[in-house]
């Protein structure tokens, strides 16, 4: 890899994935604290309930797993066809190809979302 690249992404990865951190472990913390107030004060009842299951859907989608395995595969599978096309260091075509390849995952996602929405009642 470039040095100089290598100097820019290497202390943004670090930062970037140190704020990721942070900002689930306090959405985490947070969301905790704001129902156990709420327990506590005595305002849990079948709707607060329904909001709090409601909320958790939203994020514990079902298709979760599937969308992040389509994701992982076809970055994996643009990295592997990179290894195979010559190209000069400069080249863009490597940040091209796994941008394709990383939405054509997203896409294919979309549409099996979309078509299980569609034949629900």
């Known amino acids: 890899m470039n040095k100089e690249l290598m100097n820019v992404l290497m202390p943004?990865?670090?930062?970037?994935?140190?704020?990721?951190?942070?900002?689930?472990?306090?959405?985490?913390?947070?969301?905790?604290?704001?129902?156990?107030?709420?327990?506590?004060?005595?305002?849990?009842?079948?709707?607060?309930?329904a909001i709090f299951k409601q909320h958790q859907n939203t994020f514990n989608n079902k298709f979760a797993s599937l969308k992040w395995g389509l994701i992982i595969f076809f970055a994996g599978l643009s990295l592997v066809i990179m290894e195979y096309i010559p190209t000069s260091p400069e080249s863009p075509l490597p940040y091209g190809l796994f941008a394709v390849a990383v939405s054509l995952g997203f896409l294919i996602y979309y549409f099996i979302v979309?078509?299980?929405?569609?034949?629900?009642?």
């Open 12 to 49: 943004l990865t670090i930062i970037g994935s140190f704020g990721t951190t942070i900002f689930f472990f306090t959405k985490v913390m947070t969301d905790y604290i704001l129902k156990k107030k709420m327990i506590d004060k005595g305002f849990v009842n079948d709707d607060t309930q």
């Open 114 to 121: 979309k078509q299980d929405i569609d034949t629900k009642p």
